[in-house]
């Protein structure tokens, strides 16, 4: 399997523009989840879907921030307008959802997220 | 309100010695989660434990193991015969688990540990 997938890697843009982060989980996995990693604030879980319904969002930090898992194969998380507090590593894990030490998260490379 | 303090910024052993690395909690629920995840440097993210508040047995895999102890609101992990391969950033983490294990988790500041050949 190719692991979690996740795009851009990198991405820059201006403040105010829209920015869309892209995930694709592990197949088979029943939950997707997405993380925020900066200096000032450290990791922090943004939200989280099960069998692509969203679960617990109480992470995502403001309107600005949506996230969508149309099928079981795709996620995004999208930012609008785009502010440079955002700027962060954004990570995207998948689980199958097992119980017990066998439900094992997998991450995704991480998307770098500058805003100027 | 839930808390997790990892004390211990970073730590630095030289290879093949034991380290342990500290995680408290705080929290009102009697039902709850625990995790410990694992950064090297490429900035990667591994997960490495979840753990839920009624299964107090320690844990061993390997050259890891992680003591949970309720009374004393810990979460600690040991690495044995430490490995160059080990030097990363650790993060505990805790969940209330009011739908599922990963509800309202928050995170430690993390712990770098580095390994020196």
């Known amino acids: 399997d190719a692991g979690v997938i996740q795009s851009p890697r990198h991405e820059v843009t201006e403040m105010g523009q829209e920015v869309t982060l892209r995930c694709k989980p592990i197949?088979?996995?029943?939950?997707l989840f997405w993380y925020r990693q900066t200096m000032m604030r450290g990791l922090e879980l943004l939200i989280y879907f099960n069998n692509n319904v969203p679960i617990d969002d109480s992470g995502m930090p403001e309107d600005r921030f949506s996230a969508k898992m149309p099928n079981a194969s795709f996620s995004t998380l999208k930012i609008q307008p785009s502010e440079p507090r955002d700027s962060a590593v954004y990570f995207c894990?998948?689980?199958?959802?097992?119980?017990?030490?066998?439900?094992?998260?997998?991450f995704g490379p991480g998307t770098r997220l500058t805003v100027l | 309100a839930q808390k997790v303090t990892q004390a211990q910024t970073e730590i630095s052993v030289v290879e093949k010695e034991d380290v342990t690395l500290d995680c408290v909690y705080e929290t009102r629920d009697t039902t709850y989660y625990l995790f410990w995840y694992k950064q090297p440097p490429s900035g990667e993210l591994v997960f490495l434990i979840r753990?839920?508040?009624?299964?107090?047995q320690n844990e061993i895999s390997g050259r890891y193991s992680w003591n949970f102890q309720k009374s004393t609101s810990s979460f600690n992990f040991t690495i044995t015969a430490s490995q160059v391969v080990d030097s990363a950033v650790y993060f505990c983490?805790?969940?209330?688990?009011?739908?599922?294990?990963?509800?309202?988790?928050?995170f430690g500041p993390g712990t770098s540990l580095s390994v020196i050949p």
């Open positions: 983490a805790l969940s209330d688990a009011k739908k599922t294990s990963y509800d309202k988790v928050i």
């Open positions: 753990r839920n508040s009624f299964d107090e």
């Open positions: 894990a998948s689980s199958s959802g097992l119980a017990g030490i066998t439900d094992t998260q997998y």
């Open positions: 197949s088979g996995h029943d939950y």
